[in-house]
């Protein structure tokens, strides 16, 4: 997967495929290479490819891997275009 480092904090996951935005990490160095070990950065572009996403889909630095989205992914949808997933918050949270 292309990652391309913004600065200190930053990488972007450019948009390829059927992403409709690109994706946002929030981690440094160190962070980057434990959150390469699972799939976590795959389920960011599996978010960023859902209809009616705005902005990026974006995961802050605990981000792991999760069930749909990432743990510690943000994305924001279109209210009128867009979804809403349970995988967002969890299929445990009543």
């Known amino acids: 997967m292309d990652i391309e480092k913004q600065d200190e904090w930053r990488w972007i996951i450019p948009k390829t495929g059927k992403m409709n935005v690109e994706g946002l990490v929030y981690a440094n160095e160190e962070m980057m290479a434990d959150i390469r070990k699972d799939q976590s950065l795959q389920q960011v572009v599996n978010v960023a490819a859902l209809p009616g996403i705005r902005g ?3 995961a802050m ?3 792991h891997w999760g069930y749909g989205f990432p743990i510690g992914g943000v994305a924001g949808f279109d209210t009128s275009e867009g979804v809403v997933s349970p995988g967002g918050v969890g299929y445990d949270i009543n």
């Open 61 to 63: 630095p605990d981000i």
């Open 56 to 58: 990026r889909s974006m």
